[in-house]
């Protein structure tokens, strides 16, 4: 079995957005909280990073070396969870490295932060891997990961919450689930944990054409379940649709407006990148039927995203104290 090392405080929330169903018109509809998974501001990341970490602690490693954006939520919750077990952190961050809340957080956290030199997001993996070989030559010990923790020991996390939300549900019918789709990690844990169920996953695919993600998650869902003993994922209960829009990390009209309602009728804060392309995802494809948005978190972005929308300019009003004693 593989170990865990035990960072978030499960199980996160599963409530009803009754509010955001009426403003919808659509069928029961309710959201998985995993933005309140208690570790930093880490949200769904911290599910694959328990189970990074206690493979690397396992193993003897003594460096945690991954990478990711600039913005990047996981770089982020990297740091603190490698911080946290004891490792150091070596990051490979692609884009602009400077002034970013998250790669301060890293950096507060004691990660050394490698400049790409380059906005090629898909050179990050190899670099990962070139830096995890050449600190094992220096005599380290390096688990290298690649960006979002995307492989079957980090899909393992989101297996496990595939039963966690099994065990919460209430209805007799089975739901689809609408979530954000990146690196796959997330989405391949969850068909690899709803394996002989009736449940269906909609993935929002948020940075790669639908048929390139679709082949990388049923690959690394079935890895995922033969790591975990349990059932084949079915390539049936799974859809994956293209939610890139203007780019990865743009908004696009449709994705802030959906953003707009989950925020106004729920009161919860979706970033651009991931939380606001699924919104839209759901929006687009309600139904009569049971849905259930997962909320992956990411609000350090989401905050920044907030004060940069075009013609965001708050009402001010001054209040005098001519004539007061």
Known sequence: ??????????????????????????????????????????????????????????????????????DSNFVAAAAQAARVAGLDCELVVWGDVRGTTNLALATAAGARIHALGSDDRGRVDGEVDRLGAELAAAGRRPLAVPRGGSTPVGALGFAGAAAEVVAQWGGSDAPTVVLPVG???SVAGLLAGLAGTGWRVLGASVSRPPDEITAKVLGLAGETAALAGTAS?????????????????????????????????????????????????????????????????????????VSEVPGYSPEVRSHTTEGAP
Request: with cysteine; net charge neutral; hydrophobic share 45%.
């Open 1 to 70: 079995m593989t170990p865990r090392f035990p960072l978030a405080v499960l199980p996160t929330p599963l409530v009803r957005a009754d509010r955001l169903r009426a403003a919808l018109g659509c069928g029961p509809l309710w959201l998985k909280r995993d933005d309140l998974t208690g570790f930093g501001v880490a949200g769904n990341k911290v599910r694959a990073l328990e189970y990074l970490l206690g493979d690397a602690l396992a193993r003897g490693c003594d460096v945690l070396v991954t990478g990711g954006g600039p």
């Open 183 to 185: 690196s796959g990690g």
């Open 233 to 305: 994922p079915r390539p049936e209960q799974l859809t994956i649709v293209d939610a890139r829009g203007p780019g990865f990390g743009v908004a696009s009209p449709a994705d802030r407006a959906a953003a707009d309602l989950v925020l106004g009728t729920e009161g919860v804060l979706l970033d651009d990148t991931y939380g606001a392309k699924a919104a839209a995802v759901a929006v687009e494809h309600r139904t009569d039927g049971p849905a259930l948005l997962w909320l992956t978190g990411g609000l350090v972005s989401a905050l920044t995203h």
